[in-house]
């Protein structure tokens, strides 16, 4: 049993708010990009040496999108089990890990409220730029469920966006972004993050603090740039 029965006024995680990742287009488009403007390899080697991830690791990846991070984290621990809600990326992810050969990758459709990890306790979960797709109420139950996946002190690692409060006129800001984004990447970055800002659920630094100390975590490391970006380095209290 892989998928929760949740009850009736759960919140539906499976539907695609704000970018439908169950386009193929986007599928696509969003594995282009990020190849583009990341260097994953590189990610995965910093994120494998910061949460001092050992060969016989077991990792959850909880909305591994187009596969490219868990294909490279699988080359670092025993077995990755990589998440998504949409099957469409989960095709894409499986396809291009076999074309690679990584046979310790086990691709699930499910996501933070709907899976159902069993007896089975991770030393680490992993989940970039996927929190943001939850309202805070159910960002707090996703915690907890990652919470209590981990084994006794595993690792939590978290990248999203997440706005400063030292950010006073968000107008401001966003305009501001905006202007200095066609720069460094291209006019579709820019329009993702126009929709993201207006319909997905990102939230303030202060607010996910809290949301992570009540699920169960201590923070050990927290950086934040350009005043969105905000990874944490949890661990399992
Ligand atoms: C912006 S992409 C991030 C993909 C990848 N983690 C990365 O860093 O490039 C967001 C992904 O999260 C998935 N997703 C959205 N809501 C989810 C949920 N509740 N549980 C699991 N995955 C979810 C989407 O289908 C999509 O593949």
């Known amino acids: 049993m892989l998928m929760k029965k949740l009850p009736e006024w759960y919140y539906d995680e499976l539907i695609q708010v704000g970018t ?97 990890s069993g007896e089975t306790k991770y030393d680490a979960v992993v989940t970039q730029l996927v929190l943001h797709h939850l309202p805070d109420f159910w960002k707090l139950i996703a915690l907890k469920n990652i919470n209590s996946m981990l084994k006794e002190g595993g690792k939590f690692f978290l990248k999203d966006v997440v706005f400063s409060s030292e950010i006073q006129d968000f107008d401001e800001y966003f305009s501001q972004l905006f202007q200095n984004m066609p720069t460094e990447a291209d006019d579709k970055v820019v329009e993702a993050m126009k ?36 990874t944490y380095l949890c661990i399992k209290q």
């Open 20 to 116: 439908d990742y169950e386009s193929e287009d986007e599928v696509l488009n969003y594995d282009r990009k990020m190849g583009s403007i990341r260097n994953i390899a590189g990610e995965a080697e910093t994120m494998c040496k910061l949460i001092d991830i050992q060969p016989e690791n077991e990792i959850l990846e909880i909305g591994c999108g187009t596969g490219e991070f868990s294909i490279e984290l699988s080359k670092y621990c025993k077995k990755v089990t990589a998440l998504d809600i949409s099957q469409k990326m989960l095709d894409f992810a499986e396809k291009k890990a076999k074309f690679r050969q990584r046979e310790n990758i086990k691709f699930i459709n499910a996501g933070f409220l709907t899976f159902d």
């Open 195 to 230: 929709l993201h800002i207006k319909e997905e659920y990102s939230t303030f630094d202060w607010t996910m603090k809290g949301l992570i100390e009540q699920a169960g975590f201590k923070i050990e490391e927290y950086v934040h740039k350009k005043g969105f970006m905000a």
